[in-house]
């Protein structure tokens, strides 16, 4: 079946630790997109690729990094530098960034502070 | 000012109800609309894209304005099964073409 992976679903990091989540799609979709969301808000996006070796910041990318070395993957690290990195974190993907394609989402990743 | 705004929620109707949930969008330049549903600690889940002429999908109708900048979604006979967060989604008019995500509408339907 064509879809969104993520993984793991639950994290835990200890302070001072970088975490890696990882998002796999075998859509062949061109865009990938993080996006973090917190208790009774909306989702921030984090980062987005439009395409392999390309990506650009979003509106919190602060504290997070990410690569695209292929076009099926996009991982996003949490850094040290990110203060507050409790979130559940959504990979989403779609045909390209323009058009009125809607994007289509993992079942996301929990992650949490020791 | 925020790029979409909704409903805060939550509302709470009996099976059967019909429920209009509302939402408004600051960008005149936007192209594309959409409503998503996320069920409790789940990821969000397309549930129909928003056309200009208005749409209808089963129970669920869809109405854009743009003149207004506003986008509803109409919900007939409600179910139990109904009962989630509904999410306002606006396609930015960049061709970026990000998406900008409401808040959520949160709805339980009792029996």
């Known amino acids: 079946d064509g879809g969104i992976t993520q993984s793991p679903k639950y994290l835990f990091r200890k302070e001072g630790q970088n975490v890696t989540l990882s998002c796999e799609q075998n859509l062949n979709h061109d865009a990938m997109y993080w996006y973090r969301q917190d208790p009774g808000q909306g989702l921030r996006l984090i980062y987005y690729?439009?395409?392999?070796?390309?990506?650009q910041k979003g509106d919190i990318a602060e504290g997070y990094s990410v690569s695209r070395e292929k076009k099926e993957s996009f991982p996003l690290t949490v850094t040290s530098a990110q203060k507050n990195p409790t979130a559940f974190y959504l990979c989403?993907?779609?045909?390209?960034?323009?058009?009125?394609?809607?994007?289509?989402f993992g079942d996301g990743t929990r992650l949490s502070i020791l | 000012r925020k790029e979409v705004e909704q409903d805060p929620g939550p509302f709470n109707v009996p099976e059967g109800a019909t429920v209009a949930f509302n939402c408004t969008y600051s960008n005149s330049a936007s192209q594309s609309f959409f409503w998503y549903r996320q069920d409790c600690r789940k990821e969000p889940k397309l549930l129909m894209s928003?056309?200009?002429s208005g749409n209808e999908d089963g129970r669920f109708t869809a109405q854009l304005n743009r003149a207004s900048q506003y986008i509803s979604l109409l919900i007939r006979d409600s179910k139990l099964s109904d009962s989630a967060t509904y999410l306002c989604v606006v396609k930015g008019g960049s061709t970026l073409g990000r998406l900008y995500f409401g808040r959520g509408t949160q709805l339980t339907v009792w029996p």
């Open positions: 928003v056309y200009s």
């Open positions: 989403a993907s779609s045909i390209t960034v323009g058009g009125g394609q809607p994007q289509h």
């Open positions: 690729s439009q395409i392999v070796n390309d990506f």
